[in-house]
Nanobody, 126 residues
């Protein structure tokens, strides 16, 4: 599946952004979709995931209570609503997908996902 991430931008600390990950294909509901991010000089890290067919959601501890991942299978899109943004959230955000379920114990591993979008920059100013 091809993924297109969008919605990034520049926002002040405490502000909000909503990222979108739009996918091609007709069986998107079967995909587990995740968001990862990579800040300058740092390794890519898991942010959030939503499992296929209305499955469970998962979050990096640092973003719990601030970020919400949802999906609209009719629109082949996964959203990441990001509230109360902090300068530490500054990074390029990537969406990734895998056809089928990803076991919960591995849901934060980038290697579990076969398809990746191009990334969208999120910059949070203090």
């Amino acid at each position: 599946v091809q993924l297109q991430a969008s919605g990034g931008g520049l926002v002040q600390a405490g502000g909000s952004l909503r990222l979108s990950c739009a996918a091609s294909g007709r069986t998107f509901s079967r995909y587990t979709v995740a968001w990862f991010r990579q800040a300058p000089g740092k390794e890519r890290e898991f942010v959030s995931a939503i499992r296929s067919n209305g499955g469970s959601t998962h979050y990096l501890d640092f973003v719990k209570g601030r970020f919400t991942i949802t999906r609209d299978n009719g629109k082949n899109t996964v959203y990441l609503q990001m509230n109360s943004l902090k300068p530490e959230d500054t990074a390029v955000y990537y969406c990734a997908a895998r056809n089928g379920q990803v076991i919960i114990s591995a849901i934060d591993l980038a290697g579990q996902y076969h398809d990746w979008g191009q990334g969208t920059q999120v910059t949070v100013s203090s």
